[in-house]
């Protein structure tokens, strides 16, 4: 009898925990449909709003106040400019950090400070990095509104996320690896360059791209350094003035001709696409890693 009882419960139990299971199985998928639906309608009420307005002549005009006129030149080309500058310095001093602090910094105090201190920075507003970049670079070095400038804001921003992502991939790399090179003889920058970093490569790509994405839609850093928004002229350099595709599309959308909505989505078209082949360029580098190691 106290058998019986005993496995009554246990069915009990187990229906139970089923049931539970089941139902957050229910809201998850809740949730997923969600957030699928907001963006099918987004991207849905974005490309009818831009259809008509995409063509050969937005890609060559630069701003007008005529919306008929109005093209993306100067905003496509400016922000293109940027990532010449944010993406080296960022993926250098970024990955250079992670592996300071993974493989030859001493596990103390002072290593916790700086670490719990980077990760503290990726939680920052992006204005305060743009108040940061406009007391530095645009006043103390004199460097204005310029694609450098603004480049090395924009490093700032996402050098903390990139150095986390680093870390991270850095630590995934199995000791063996390590420990099968130092058994052959290898010096440790030899064993970081030829094992650990190929590795690693994949961790490293995804959370890079993810850091890069993010600089190249940015708005609040640039719109503290000053950048115009209404430009009709390309850089030459990386010392002249530009403006970013995000600019861009904020200007158009505070316009008050209804036209101008249709240019903007238009304008938002084109960043997606820039973002959708930065991104697969990185799947693409990470896919062909992962198949060698």
């Known amino acids: 009898m106290e058998k019986l009882i005993d496995k009554q419960r246990v069915v009990q139990h187990m229906n ?33 709003q831009a259809i008509g307005w995409l063509n050969m002549d937005f890609l060559n005009n630069f701003p007008s106040r005529r919306p008929e006129n109005a093209g993306i030149k100067a905003g496509l080309v400016g922000s293109l400019w940027l990532m010449v500058i944010v993406a080296p310095v960022s993926l250098i001093l970024g990955v250079g950090t992670a592996i300071y602090l993974e493989e030859y910094a001493k596990k103390n105090r002072f290593t916790d400070f700086i670490q719990t201190n980077i990760s503290n920075l990726a939680g920052v507003p992006s204005i305060v990095f743009g108040l940061l970049g406009l007391t530095l670079f645009v006043r103390e070095l004199n460097l204005g509104r ?97 403006t970013v595709m995000p600019m861009q599309i904020y200007n158009w959308t505070s316009r008050p001709q209804a036209d101008f909505q249709h240019v903007a989505a238009a304008g938002i078209v084109v960043l997606l696409v820039v973002l959708i082949f930065m991104n697969s360029i990185a799947i693409f580098i990470r896919n062909k890693f992962q198949k060698r190691y």
């Not at 094992?195 to 490293?204: F, K, S, W």
């Open 146 to 242: 310029s694609i450098l400038a603004a480049g090395l804001t924009m490093s700032l921003l996402v050098l903390p996320v990139i150095v986390v992502a680093a870390q991270e991939a850095l630590r995934a790399v199995p000791n063996q690896l390590r420990e099968a090179s130092y058994g052959m003889g290898a010096t440790k920058w030899q064993t970081i360059y030829r094992i650990v970093l190929p590795a690693a490569i994949p961790g490293i790509l995804t959370g890079s791209i993810l850091a890069l994405s993010r600089a190249i839609g940015e708005t609040a850093p640039l719109v503290v350094l000053g950048i115009p928004t209404f430009l009709a002229y390309l850089p030459r350099g990386i010392l002249d003035t530009f």
């Open 16 to 48: 139970g925990r089923l049931l539970r299971n089941n139902v957050l199985k229910f809201l998850f998928f809740l949730a997923t449909l969600f957030g699928l639906i907001v963006l099918v309608v987004l991207l849905y009420r974005i490309f009818t």
